[in-house]
Structures are given as structure tokens and as C-alpha cells.
Nanobody, 126 residues
């Protein structure tokens, strides 16, 4: 069982930066691929970024490539999403997820994830 708690969301102007964090409980955090997803009002939850157990493999949605960076610190049981050059269309609730996959890879689909945090709101004003 893994419990995930996101933090760091907030209100920022377009062009600004935010870093959201996801703290995980459990001693086996390092064996879970992790991902960040987001869901805007009236839209489906979508993948933003993902990272493998060891952090060697990462994935980014086209909409955030070059602006967002996912990272993890297995000693702190935490995964981060650094968001730069934010745009109003990045406004959403951001969720972190833990994948139950046995592969040390960046997992990119919703069905790969078995544990979810409660979400943190990110609002980008124009």
C-alpha cells in the first residue's frame, strides 16, 4: 500500500514557475514508477510526465516538453514536477500516481497506475 500526498500548487502568472511535490509513504517507493497527471474542468485526466524507478527513463507530454521537468528522490520518497514558463492552459488539478508495473520504465497510461494522491490545484492567470 502506498499513500501519496501532493503539495506546492497555487496561483501564478503566465510565464512563472511552480514546483509541485508528491510525498509517498511506504518503504518500497523506489520500486514504483511515478507519474504526474492533470485534469482540467470538463476534461479527462491526462498524462503530464512520468519517471521510472531509478529515474533514468522519463516521459513528457508534447504540451509540456521543454517547460516541465519530473524528478524523484528515492531517499526522501518524493517525486517532483518543476513547471516553468507556465501558460493559462496548464491550469488544472495535478495528481501524482504510483504505477504497479514491474518494468523499470516511465509508464504513460492511466491504467498503469494503482495509487493516486488527492491532487493539488495549479492556476495560471493570463
Amino acid at each position: 500500500q502506498v499513500q501519496l500526498v501532493e503539495s506546492g500548487g497555487g496561483l501564478v502568472q503566465a510565464g512563472g514557475s511552480l514546483r509541485v511535490s508528491c510525498a509517498a509513504s511506504g518503504r518500497t517507493f523506489s520500486r514504483y514508477a511515478m507519474g504526474w497527471f492533470r485534469q482540467a474542468p470538463g476534461k479527462e485526466r491526462e498524462i503530464v510526465a512520468a519517471i521510472s524507478w531509478t529515474g533514468t527513463n522519463t516521459y513528457y507530454a508534447d504540451s509540456v516538453k521543454g517547460r516541465f521537468t519530473i524528478s524523484r528522490d528515492n531517499a526522501k520518497n518524493t517525486v517532483y514536477l518543476q513547471m516553468n514558463s507556465l501558460k493559462p492552459e496548464d491550469t488544472a488539478v495535478y495528481y501524482c500516481g504510483a504505477s504497479g508495473s514491474l518494468r523499470n520504465d516511465a509508464m504513460t497510461t492511466l491504467n498503469d497506475y494503482v495509487y493516486w494522491g488527492q491532487g493539488t490545484q495549479v492556476t495560471v492567470s493570463s
